[in-house]
C-alpha cells in the first residue's frame, strides 16, 4: 500500500529516492506520523519533499492518492507493519512497476530491507502495548496519546479535521526562486583554470618550511597569492526570433555562468554572427561593437562560447545580404571563421534538441562550420561542451581579411 | 526572546519531533523573519540542552566546523622553545561540531543560512552529518557523537543544496504566519496592546503584503518593531483607521518598509484605505 503510493510519487515525477522511502518507513516503525492521515501528511512531506516548490505537487498526488481511501488508512492502523508493507503479488506488477522497482535498486533489496523492518516491528510492538506514546522526547509539552490506544481525532473516516493538503496553500511558492541552475554551474566548475595572480596575503606553508630550514631553523615566513579562477570567457547569445522558446534555460546558462566566471564577458547577435554585435538589447541599433573590434578587445586566451539555436535559412549563413536584418556585405560564415581563427577555443551551443539536428539544413552546416563543436544546452552538453573547449580547433585557412 | 514568545506552529512541532525520534538533521527554509534561526535556540532552551551555533559566510569551509590545525602558532611557539610544541593537539583548535559530539547531553546544533557558503560546501558535510563522526588527521583521532546531536540547518534560498545532502536531511518550508497565528505571536510579545489598536495595525499590515510589486514584503519581526514604536508612540486606537492616518503613519513606516519604491506604493493603499473608511 505504501508502495504504492511511492510509486504513484514517483509517477508524479516528484524526485523522491528509496533513501527518503526507507526513512518514511523507519519513521513509522517508531511510531512517527501515524495515528491520523494529517499526522502520516506531513510527516510523509518532511521525509520525501525537499523543496517547498514540489509541496504544490505533492498535495495533489496525496490527494489523488488517498482520496476516498482514508478509511483504508484507519484499518491499517492496528495492521501496521502487515499491510502496509505487504507487497502486492510480484506477478501482478504492470511493466511499469516493474520498472520501477528496478530502478529502486532491484527487488531483492527492496524485499530485503522491507524484511528487516518488519522484523523490528514485529519486536517493538508486542501485547496490546501499541501506540503507548513514545513521545517523551518531545521539547513541547504535547504530544503523547492516550496509552489505552484510543486515537485522537474521533472515530476516523468521516467528520475529521481539515485536510491540509486539500487546501493547495502552496501553489504560490513555485516559480520564485533560481531554477536549477547548480548542475550548470557544476558542468561550467570544470572549465576553472587556478592561477596565482595578484597580492601574495596567504602563508605559504611548504615554502615557508623550506626556507626556514634553509634559515638554519630561523623562522623565515614565505607568502604568496591565493589561487583563482583566471579562465576568460566571451560569451554569445543569440536572442530574438526562434530563441523566445528557450529564454528559460539560456537565462539559466547566463546566471550559472556569471557567478562561475570572474572575467564573463557577454553580447548577444541575431541568428547567426555578422560584423556586429550588441550589449545591450534595448539599444542594439545605436550602441552596437563590430566584431573586429571585438578580436581586438579580447585577447587569444578567451575562450569563446556561442548560444544559439543555429535554425534558420542556409542563405543567412552562406550569402552575402542573407541576414534577415540587414544587409551583410560578406556572408555570416566568414564571420564565425574569423572569430575561430582568433578564439580557437570556441564552442557552440544548441538548446534545440539534438533529435533535430540532422534534419535542419542550417544547423547541419554550422555544426560544420563549428567543427563539429556543436552540443546541447544541457547539463551532459556542457560537460562535453567544457571539455572540447580545452583544446583549439584547427587553424584554418581563411585569407579573407575584413 | 523568552520561552513564551515564540509561538510554534503544530506542523513545525511534529517536524521537529520527528527530527528528535528519528535523529537526523532538519533544514528549515522559510521568508526572512519567519524565525529559522529563533527555532534552534528556542529547542535548545525547550529541551535544555547546550546550543552550539555555526553562522556560515561565504568564505566558511566544512572543515572549520569539524576543527582546524593552527600551523602558525607551532611554528612561532617552535622558535621561541615554548614546552607546548611537543603535543600536537595543543593546536588542534576544536569547531562546532567538535564541540557538540563530544558534549556529555544530547546538543542542538544550529548552521545557520548553510547556503551562503560555496557550492560544495554541503557535500563535504554529508559523512559528517549521517555518521555523527569525523577524523583527525593530525592526531589520528576519530571523533564520534556521544549523544546524536539535533541539526538545524536553516537556509534562505540563495542556492540550491545538492540532491545528496537533501536526501539526508527532513525539510520544513516554515510559511509566513497566517492572521489568527500572527495574533497569537503578538500577544505573547506586547501582551497588553490595546485590541482596536492591534486590530487597525494588522489589517494595513496584511494589506500591505498582499501589494503586489512589492520589492521587499515585510517580515513577522518588522511587524514587532512597528507596533513596538505604535505602542511607544501611545497612539489613539482610532488613529490607524481614521483621518489622521496619512499624517501619523508615514513617521512610523521605516520600521516595516525598507525601500523608496516602497514607500510610495504604501502611501497609495494609506489613501485607499482611507477612502474606503469614508
Redesign the interface.
Known sequence: MLLDFFSHLRKARL?V?T??YL?LL??LS?N??VLDLN?FY??AR??L????SL?DRFDQVFQSYWAGREAAFDLNLDAIPDDWLKLSDKDALTEEQKAMVEAMGGWDKLMETLAKRLEEQTEEHHGGSKWIG??G????GH?GFNPEGVRIGGKGGQGRAVK?WEQR??KD?DGT??L???DF??AL?SLRRLTREGRPDK?D?NG?IRA?AQNAG??DIKMRAERRNAVNVLLLLDVGGSMDYHTALCEQLFSAARSEFKHLEYFYFHNFTYEKVWKHNNRRHNDTVSVPELIRTYGKKYRLILVGDATMSPYEVLAEGGSVEHWNQEPGAVWIQRLQQHFSHCVWLNPEKSDYWQTTPSIRIIKELMHDRMFTLSVNGIQDAIEALKTPIPPNPVTNEP | MSNADYI?TD?L??????A???E?PL?V?GEPGTGKTQLAIE?AQ??DAPLFQWHVKSTTRANQGLYEYD??SR??DS?LGDERVKDISNYILHGVLWDAFTSDQRAVVLIDEIDKAD?EFPNDLLQELDRMSFNVYETRETITAKQRPLVIITSN?E?????AF????????I?FPDKPTMEKIVAAHYPSIKQDLLKSAMDVFFDLREVPGLKKKPSTSELLDWLKLLIADDLPSEALGSDELRTVLPQMHGALLKNEQDVHLFERLIFLHKQRNR
Do not use: M, W
Not at chain 1, 49 to 52: F, P, Q, V, Y
Not at chain 2, 166 to 173: N, V
Open positions: 524526485p529516492s533513501t527518503e526513512n523507519e519513521g517508531k512517527v506520523g499526522r506531513l510527516f518532511l521525509c519533499i525537499k523543496d517547498e509541496y513514545t513521545r522526547t518531545s521539547p513541547f504530544g491540509v496553500r502552496y511558492l526562486r533560481e536549477g541552475t547548480r554551474k557544476v566548475r602563508l606553508l615557508t626556514t630561523l623562522l | 510554534i506542523e512541532q511534529q517536524a521537529v519531533d520527528a528528535l525520534t528519528l537526523r533544514l527554509k529547542i525547550r529541551i600551523a602558525v611554528l612561532r622558535q557550492i534560498n542556492k540550491e543544496l545538492p540532491d537533501l536526501r539526508r536531511c527532513f525539510f520544513h518550508y510559511e
